[in-house]
């Protein structure tokens, strides 16, 4: 079982719908990250917090320490959206990768 | 803010040839740096980080190595490369405490043929 759990695998939304990504951990952490991965392979991060919520445009995090789980949420999706996401927790001097949620959001 | 540069973007290189891929970072001092491989259909693996000039941690055994002969350069390299060393290799920097962001590079392509 890998450290970092992520779900959906694979999404797939029409425009303006509301998405949620998953992720659950198994490990104590200092902090959990939200990286967002375009086709063209590189990565911005998007959030990073430890507790409660965050949100930035149509994007919100959120966390639950006690249940080892944060929810990415995307309001009112459009296709640029389109991306991987991916789940990372801290510990120390390292970061701990979910496999990522593939994203899709059709026009 | 950070910016971290990596080059080459993309490299075609034949089994057993050497490898060597550089990071820089602008924009802060004394970074903590890392070298990450995502091989094709999976997740990042961490392969080694730097919290400072001479100073590497390897996190899995492998065919590859690193070094950090400046504070804002950061460089994998191989003397033999394998078909399995195939990836898209990415570097991050991290100012200040561990946990903090980590801000990535545009990454660079690796095919071994």
């Known amino acids: 079982k890998n450290e970092v759990e992520q779900s959906p695998q694979n999404l797939t939304a029409q425009e303006g719908e509301f998405i949620t990504i998953n992720c659950s951990y198994s490990v104590g952490i200092s902090a959990l990250h939200w990286l967002q991965q375009h086709p063209g392979g590189g990565i911005v991060s998007l959030f990073m917090l430890s507790s409660g919520k965050k949100k930035h445009g149509r994007l919100i995090a959120t966390i639950n320490i006690q249940e080892k789980h944060s929810s990415l949420h995307i309001t009112a999706s459009h296709p640029r959206d389109s991306a991987v996401y991916i789940c990372?927790?801290?510990?120390?001097?390292?970061?701990?990768f979910g496999e990522g949620t593939q994203l899709t959001v059709n026009p | 803010s950070q910016t971290i540069h990596q080059w080459p973007a993309t490299l075609v290189q034949p089994v057993g040839s050497p490898l060597s891929l550089e990071c820089t970072v602008e924009?802060?001092?004394?970074?903590?740096l890392y070298w990450y491989r995502q091989a094709a259909g999976r997740g990042l693996q961490l392969l080694f980080y730097s919290v400072g000039i001479g100073q590497i941690s390897s996190e899995v055994p492998q065919n590859l190595s690193a070094s950090r002969p400046q504070d804002r350069q950061f460089i994998l390299s191989s003397k033999k490369l394998l078909l399995s060393d195939s990836g898209f290799y990415l570097c991050?920097?991290?100012?200040?405490?561990?946990?903090?962001?980590?801000?990535f590079g545009p990454g660079t392509r690796l095919t071994v043929l």
């Open positions: 990372a927790v801290s510990s120390g001097s390292r970061l701990t």
């Open positions: 924009g802060t001092s004394n970074p903590n």
């Open positions: 991050a920097a991290e100012q200040g405490a561990e946990g903090n962001t980590q801000y």
